[in-house]
């Protein structure tokens, strides 16, 4: 924290004053922390101290929304929610389904690629990105894409800088397509214990109406009720018209039913929430004393991987909260304890057997001083040389971000 | 040196070097590029790798090649070289129908992967209207789109994984949902400039419980313009979204029997996809949009025959063209759709002082246009005027806040063209990206990058 307090925190007002500061670190061989709304500081490693903190929050201005054409324009220090409010406006949204969607920024959010659990549905939020302005380290202001919903001029560049966590470029403006929005949305909670799973697991993915969202959920407090969900719960999430989401409620509880899910209840008003609740559990933080992991994969080892990483984290006796996405495949465990004291005694065992099970779990929420300890990303990809080229090559004075990303990049 | 080389290595059914074979190898569906050292027939990965490493060795230009199809040259072998044709790997090699997804060889032709995989309750979504002929692996090449990804999108967002090898005949694996630099989503698009891939992991979607086509027709082009515009400021995007002009009508009705209309100013195609309890509502919405903008004709396909045959006049368009005149060539803009009609009025002011007549069959509802200029290729003046009108029509795209390219590629036809919607900096930025996968620039050299952004440029 004291060592933060030394960085001068810059906060351009406009992208050239965004491009003239990077163009000046970089020939200054200054290096720049780029922040958002920090919603996701307690993802990957802990990083060593940057010589200028740069901030996208002035650039937050809402350039366009084109509602007739489907598409709007937006300056990255956009908070996700401020998008979501100004195109509900005129009936569109975009799925960008990110955790504290209030406070997260819509560059920040893409630079995280964050993989929303709406996207066996929508997409991802990456498919939904038509252009963007990028600065890179050398201050250079780069386009990419345009304002049409179909493009194959050139190389889609958008696609190399989201998911990048700001390490080849920063965001200045995105250029998104919009979606109509669903005209009702509907949660569905019901209880699921460890007997139940694996066949209303089954009956989920096999739904005829496909819920935008399934999560279940063992754990994680009041995630995803409101109730302490200490047994497991299950959340389908619905959006649609009103005759779609009739003929999913009766499918899904008729399905729950033969997995021995015995109630269904129907959240109508709050099922937003609930789904927001769910995201926001991803990075639920302990102060001091838990780790959350992240495994993505294929949906049907889902519910495999979270019994795997769960008894890993139950066999060093730290206290475990479980989310997964059906649909998708995320996995999210976080292992915790009362204390930071009892957590620090146990967390490097857990963390040691859970890589050696699960090479690619990333940490994705932990204070500071736990990370410090562990190697966050995990695994590094099969083709992590061309990502470090690809670094060298944009980034040749490793200017922007370092060390944020996997393999050091 | 290189034949034999290649030979040795791949077999000799699987290289040709005779000249006649080679002949065919210089062309693609755009025009002729040079005669080819050698084509290669991979029937592996493996056999890829040693190929590249070979051409390497020689200082051998690379040109992978699907079917050919691709209408901007991004196929032919602009520096002669070694073309890889993907004619032999053209397998589905798993079907997870769990996870929804396949593994496929590049040269499976796209609606063989539909085919193969409809007995398990799913589809491939991309179809762009050559996809009887053309493969997976040229639609990942060019990011392949078609009249279905209005509401299914492009190609790459149907690609999860990615076996590549580069130009030094290093093999890589990518994936969307690993840490790490999303290389999957650059290199769909990327029309063979960066790599050469070897099987890819696709996406496959539920086939839907129902389907509606519908036809409508007006007698004013720019009415039919604003009921594309109605229906998706009502909030319903349909599946697909297909507007044909007066131009293109009769030739089309002439040849497949659609029974389209051939006195209306333009008919849009309009599919639904989705759940029966829903389509009721969406079709009465539709079809008021369409009354509000005064349709002259109103029709629902009432079969799956019905439906077929409506779409057998649109995706046969092309072919029908030939009633017109000997050649044509057709244009691929895309512009915001509410631009429409300022963009059907610049094609029709690009092609009558010229004399040259002009059809329009296109993906409305996404604002891609496909401009089909009539001509005869025997005629040296007109080629000069299509070549002319074709570039204006590029610039009106432009200047409507469009762009040069919605589906075909860039390629070798447009690289030149690329300027007037990238500056010199997006261009060296772009370059950036290929010095680390193709530094020598001997993967599909010619392509994509205009004539002049050489090295030099590029390395600032």
Redesign the interface.
């Known amino acids: 924290m004291i060592a933060e307090a030394a960085q001068e925190r810059l906060a351009p007002k406009t992208v050239a004053q965004l491009c003239e500061i990077l163009a000046r670190c970089d020939r200054e061989r200054r290096n720049v922390r780029v922040e958002g709304g920090k919603t996701l500081s307690g993802f990957g490693p802990v990083l060593a101290q940057a010589d200028f903190i740069v901030s996208t929050t002035n650039l937050h201005a809402i350039i366009t929304h084109e509602y007739h054409d489907l598409t709007c324009s937006v300056q990255s220090g956009v908070r996700v929610a401020q998008l979501a409010a100004a195109l509900a406006k005129h009936g569109q949204f975009v799925p960008i389904d990110v955790p504290l969607s209030k406070k997260a920024t819509v560059g920040g959010s893409l630079a995280s690629g964050w993989p929303g659990p709406r996207r066996h549905l929508y997409g991802r939020a990456r498919d939904f990105v038509i252009g963007s302005q990028v600065v890179l380290a050398d201050g250079t202001l780069a386009h990419a894409g345009g304002m049409v919903v179909k493009n194959v001029s050139g190389y889609d560049m958008s696609k190399l800088y989201i998911g990048s966590f700001g390490t080849l470029g920063v965001f200045a403006q995105l250029n998104f397509k919009t979606l109509p929005i669903p005209r009702r949305r509907r949660a569905l909670i019901a209880p699921l214990p460890e007997a139940t799973r694996s066949r209303a697991i089954m009956q989920i993915a096999a739904l005829p109406v496909i819920p935008a969202a399934a999560f279940c959920a063992e754990g994680f407090g009041k995630t995803v009720d409101g109730t302490d969900d200490i047994d497991g719960r299950v959340l389908l999430y619905f959006e649609g018209s009103e005759e779609l989401l009739d003929r999913a409620t009766l499918e899904a509880r008729s399905a729950l039913g033969r997995a021995g899910v015995p109630e269904t209840a129907i959240v109508d008003t709050g099922a937003s929430e609930s789904f927001d609740r769910s995201l926001n559990a991803c990075i639920a933080n302990k102060r001091g004393r838990s780790i959350t992991y992240r495994s993505l994969g294929l949906p049907g080892t889902a519910q495999e991987r979270a019994v795997l990483l769960r008894d890993v984290c139950n066999r060093h006796e730290l206290f475990t909260d479980v989310l997964f996405d059906v649909m998708n495949g995320d996995v999210f465990v976080r292992a915790s304890e009362r204390s930071a004291e009892r957590f620090a005694a146990k967390i490097a065992l857990c963390h040691a057997e859970l890589r050696a099970l699960e090479p690619r779990a990333v940490i994705v929420a932990s204070d500071a001083p736990i990370r410090a300890t562990f190697e966050a990303w995990g695994a590094t990809p099969p083709a992590i040389e061309k990502m470090r080229a690809l670094k060298a090559r944009f980034d040749p004075h490793g200017t922007l971000n370092p060390g944020r990303f996997i393999g050091g990049i | 040196m290189l034949a034999q080389r290649l030979i040795d290595a791949l077999g000799a059914d699987a290289v040709k070097t005779a000249p006649e074979d080679l002949a065919v190898y210089a062309f693609d569906a755009y025009s002729e590029g040079k005669l080819p050292s050698a084509v290669v027939l991979p029937g592996s990965t493996r056999d890829v790798v040693a190929a590249v490493k070979i051409a390497r060795d020689c200082g051998e230009p690379i040109v992978p090649r699907g079917a050919g199809t691709g209408l901007c040259g991004g196929a032919i072998p602009a520096n002669g070289g070694v073309v890889f044709s993907f004619a032999r790997m053209n397998r589905v090699l798993e079907l997870?129908a769990?996870?929804r997804r396949a593994r496929v060889q590049p040269g499976l032709i796209n609606l063989d992967l539909s085919k193969s995989v409809a007995h398990a309750g799913l589809f491939y979504a991309p179809d762009p209207s050559s996809q009887k002929v053309s493969t997976i692996g040229g639609n990942i090449g060019?990011?392949a789109?078609g009249p279905h990804?209005l509401s299914y999108?492009?190609t790459?967002?149907h690609v999860l994984e990615l076996e590549i090898v580069?130009e030094n005949g290093d093999v890589?694996?990518?994936?969307?949902?690993?840490?790490?630099?999303?290389?999957t989503?650059?290199l769909?698009?990327?029309e063979g400039t960066l790599a050469i891939v070897c099987s890819a992991w696709v996406r496959l979607m539920?086939t839907p419980?129902s389907v509606r086509v519908w036809l409508a027709a007006f007698d004013d082009v720019n009415a039919a313009s604003a009921a594309v515009?109605g229906i998706?400021?009502a909030?319903?995007?349909p599946t697909a979204l297909e507007m044909m002009d007066r131009v293109m009508l009769p030739p089309i009705e002439a040849a497949f029997h659609a029974g389209y209309p051939t006195d209306a100013a333009a008919v849009l195609l309009i599919e639904n996809a989705g759940?029966e309890?829903?389509m009721n509502?969406h079709e009465s919405q539709i079809r008021d949009v369409m009354k509000e903008q005064g349709a002259t004709t109103w029709r629902a396909a009432r079969s799956q025959a019905e439906r077929d045959a409506l779409w057998a006049g649109r995706k046969g368009a092309l072919g029908a063209t030939g009633r017109i005149a000997p050649n044509y060539y057709i244009q691929d803009v895309?512009?915001?759709?509410?631009k429409l009609p300022q963009a059907l009025q610049a094609v029709e002011d690009a092609c009558r002082p010229q004399g040259i007549i002009a059809g329009n069959v296109f993906?409305a509802g996404?604002?891609?246009l496909h401009p089909l200029l009539m001509y005869d290729r025997g005629d040296r003046k007109q080629v000069a005027a299509v070549i002319e009108a074709g570039n204006q029509i590029l610039g009106a795209a432009v200047d409507l806040?469009?762009?040069?390219?919605?589906?075909?590629?860039?390629g070798y036809e447009?690289r030149d063209t690329?300027t007037r919607?990238?500056?010199t900096?997006?261009?060296?930025?772009?370059a950036?990206?290929?010095?680390?996968?193709d530094p020598k620039r001997s993967l599909n050299p010619e392509k994509?990058f205009p004539a002049g952004v050489g090295c030099a440029e590029v390395q600032r």
């Open positions: 997870d769990r996870n060019t990011n789109g990804c999108g492009t790459v967002n580069d890589f694996t990518t994936s969307v949902d690993e840490t790490g630099y999303d290389l989503g650059v769909v698009g990327s539920r419980e515009s998706i400021g909030g319903i995007i759940f309890d829903e509502a895309v512009v915001p759709r509410t993906h996404d604002g891609n806040g469009g762009t040069i390219s919605g589906e075909h590629g860039i447009k690329l919607i990238f500056s900096d997006d261009l060296a930025t772009m950036r990206l290929r010095d680390v996968f994509i």
